[in-house]
């Protein structure tokens, strides 16, 4: 019995070593680690103008609710709050969404509630306001993971990446909660802030992970463009998820769910990646500076940026600006995004294989050129439905984007620099941050100085001008010292295949001899 319950224990180390191994359970943790984030980044694109709004708007409502102007019992005061632009809570008051914004001296007259527009904000100086307000909380998240970027890609190359992965998913559930609880301005900003170094964590270690493990260019394309689906799948998921449970249970509930599902993950990653294990790159990597002075770099970072930044300012400038022009419910306000969530899935998904074949330069290029086209249509729509086809259109864009430029990042290191990937995954990472943060707080600003449609031309002009320089990427040149490293690998590959088939042709020389005999 004793030999027999050894041989059993042997048999599960040596299961469980192997699957730590796998390359594929690695792909699965960068999947849902990336999943996640993006599940919590855009969770809150809903939730947050709304919420703002109805939390300012408080106040002035609890001192206006007298027994002449709203006759509401104390304890239906959140629900009259919760349902700013929702018109069945009024219609069944007989007190109009306009006889609440009006001053306490004129909420006497009763308007008739009109589902169509009259209800709709259009011009409140208020909900104007929220445009920079919504822009700056938006845009902390991206500004920290922008700031610590530079720190953690050269600690990856000293620690390895099991536990800046681990440490990010650590950060990003105590985020979570605090999204979940917090009731202030001030508390949601800091949770958003705090999400940002978890990201950073994730997002350097997820990709450099991946591109340690998959050594082939066109296998590391291909699980780059997987893990994208997982950063595509949170895109998807989270506003729809976040606005419906928003309408319908409340704002704590989404990010409960999230934490449980990030407790999850973390399990999952004690158990593959084992994060005390501390594993060193066995290289020294190319200094951060030396990598950022690289103008292919520049320009692949550069197509991250600006395609990015272009659904960045549509995340907290459009639901706004659907409720000046189109009076939607709050649940449409994340139902929105859906056309773009879906497409940039299926984007990142084909074109993770596609553009091996027909080019990243090339994909990349078209990809800036669809970004800039699709987001000029945007303001021309009218309605929700008019938001399908141009959203379609930027997030099938900005797939087609991310899935060229990711793996040309860890593909010009290889070819021009030392083949140690966190500080480039960081620079990547710093350039998806640089349109995150510059687009939401400057986004914020520009639509209320000169209106939303303008802030549509700006970036949309800016991404179909950068296009044409991908087309320095379609032949990067390698450096002197990697060429000449590369020849001598060549080299001492071509030796050791001759001295291999003078060896099997010895052999075949002793079997004749033998056969002879």
């Known amino acids: 019995m004793g030999a027999l319950d050894s041989l059993k224990e042997f048999s599960l180390l040596t299961w469980m070593r192997e699957r730590r191994q796998s390359r594929k359970l690695i792909l699965l943790i960068v999947f849902i680690a990336l999943l996640l984030d993006n599940m919590l980044l855009t969770v809150v694109v809903p939730i947050i103008p709304s919420y703002l709004y109805t939390m300012d708007d408080e106040a002035p409502i609890e001192d206006r609710s007298t027994p002449t102007t709203m006759p509401f019992p104390p304890s239906s005061t959140f629900q009259t709050i919760v349902s700013l632009y929702d018109n069945s809570t009024y219609e069944t008051t007989g007190v109009s969404l306009l006889s609440t914004l009006q001053p306490p001296a004129l909420s006497t007259s009763i308007a008739p509630t009109n589902a169509t527009g009259s209800d709709c904000p259009k011009g409140d100086k208020q909900l104007l306001d929220e445009n920079v307000k919504v822009g700056l909380l938006f ?22 990446y099991q536990i800046p992965m681990f440490a990010g998913f650590c950060i990003m559930f ?24 978890g990201s950073s964590c ?5 990709m450099g992970m991946l591109a340690s493990v998959y050594t082939d260019d066109e296998e590391r394309g291909n699980a780059i463009g997987v893990a994208l689906g997982g950063l595509a799948m949170g895109v998807l998921v989270g506003p729809p998820f976040g606005s419906v449970m928003y309408e319908f249970v409340g704002k704590t509930a989404p990010f409960l769910i999230l934490a449980v599902l990030a407790v999850l993950d973390g399990a999952l990653q004690l158990f593959v990646l084992q994060p005390s294990k501390v594993e060193p790159e066995s290289q020294q990597g190319t200094p951060l500076l030396t990598l950022m002075k690289d103008p292919y770099i520049l320009i692949a970072a550069g197509s991250i940026c600006f395609a990015n930044m272009a659904i960045a300012m549509l995340e907290p400038a459009l639901p706004i600006w659907m409720m000046e022009t189109m009076c939607p419910r709050k649940w449409q306000l994340g139902v929105a995004f859906i056309p773009a969530s879906i497409s940039y899935l299926i984007g990142t998904h084909i074109f993770g294989v596609m553009a091996h ?6 994909c990349a290029l078209i990809g800036m050129l669809l970004v800039g086209i699709s987001i000029l249509c945007v303001p021309l729509a009218k309605d929700i439905y008019g938001l399908i086809l141009p959203n379609f259109g930027v997030g099938f864009a900005i797939g ?4 060229s430029m990711m793996p040309i990042m860890g593909y010009l290191v290889d070819l021009r620099h030392v083949s140690v990937y966190g500080s480039v995954y960081a620079i990547a990472d710093v350039a998806f941050c640089m349109g995150f943060a510059l687009g939401p707080s400057a986004g914020g600003a520009i639509a209320r100085s000169i209106g939303f449609p303008a802030l549509m031309v700006i970036i949309g002009v800016i991404d179909i ?10 032949s990067p040149p390698a450096r002197e010292e990697k060429m000449a490293i590369l020849m001598d690998s060549n080299c001492s590959m071509k030796t050791r295949s001759y001295s291999m088939q003078g060896t099997s042709y010895q052999m075949g020389d002793d079997f004749e001899t033998e056969s002879d005999e």
């Open 139 to 160: 845009a902390s998240k991206a500004t920290v993971q922008l700031l610590t970027n530079p720190f953690i890609g050269p600690l990856t190359n000293r620690i390895g």
């Open 174 to 197: 105590l985020s979570t909660i605090m999204f979940a609880f917090s009731k202030s301005y001030t508390l949601l900003f800091l949770a958003r802030s705090m999400q940002g170094v």
């Open 202 to 206: 994730s997002s350097v270690a997820g």
């Open 357 to 362: 074949k027909m080019g990243r330069w090339l």
């Open 400 to 403: 087609m984007v991310d899935s």
């Open 465 to 474: 001008l950068f296009a044409p320089l991908c087309f320095f990427l379609r």
